[in-house]
């Protein structure tokens, strides 16, 4: 024979409910926010050619503009290929540049357009969200590079093709494959390379190295 028990199951109160409720919607938004943060920093390293997030130093920025002073350029057009959070694209401006900034990653793209109103550089110094692949460097008598070695070859054609005569190139921490530098500075992570369009067809000869780090170094 059987005994009834009775289970006294109580549904939970409207208050815990709606508790439970916004502690699901704060847990859902702030995953959703880390991850629309997170996103854009981690796609470039798993892009075609990987041009990942690392900024230059002081050193490599103050390289960068010894290396074009050196070359003759102090104002007109320059351009930075990523250029992450805008540091060498403001530290252009101020020098006097009309400088441009090409980066995929919003954040870093609206970052950069803050930075440089904060300053009052906003007219001097323009950031769009935009593929380094896809702009047409033709109008830029500076051109600045912190690359990866990956993507070199690809850009040393792409830059052969739209420099301008005048045109000169500065690249950070990884030189081209086949262009002989004009002038170079500094030693390790903190190396740079200038190259002139006019003095491009002096290429290295094969094999032969013009220093510099290897990719993954930093
Ligand atoms: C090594 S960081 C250099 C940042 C900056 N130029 C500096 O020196 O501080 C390279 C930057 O390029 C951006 N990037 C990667 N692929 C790109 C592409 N195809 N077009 C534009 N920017 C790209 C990355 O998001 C990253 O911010």
Redesign the pocket.
Known sequence: MMNKVDVNIKPPSKRRLKGGLIILGISGAVIGGLYAVATPFVL?AF?KIP??????TARQVDNVFKMLHSAGKTSGTLV?L????G??VIEAAKYGFQATG????PW?VWYSRLTARLQGLQYRAEFYR????KVDLSRYDSTVV?GVPSMMPKLQDKLSEELPENGVVVA?RFPFPDWTPVESIDEGVDTVWCYHKNQLGHLVSAGQSVGGCEEGES
């Open positions: 470039p892009r041009l990942p997030y690392v900024p230059a930075d990523g250029s992450g959070d540091r060498i090409y980066e995929l990653n870093l935009r593929d380094l692949w912190f950070c």
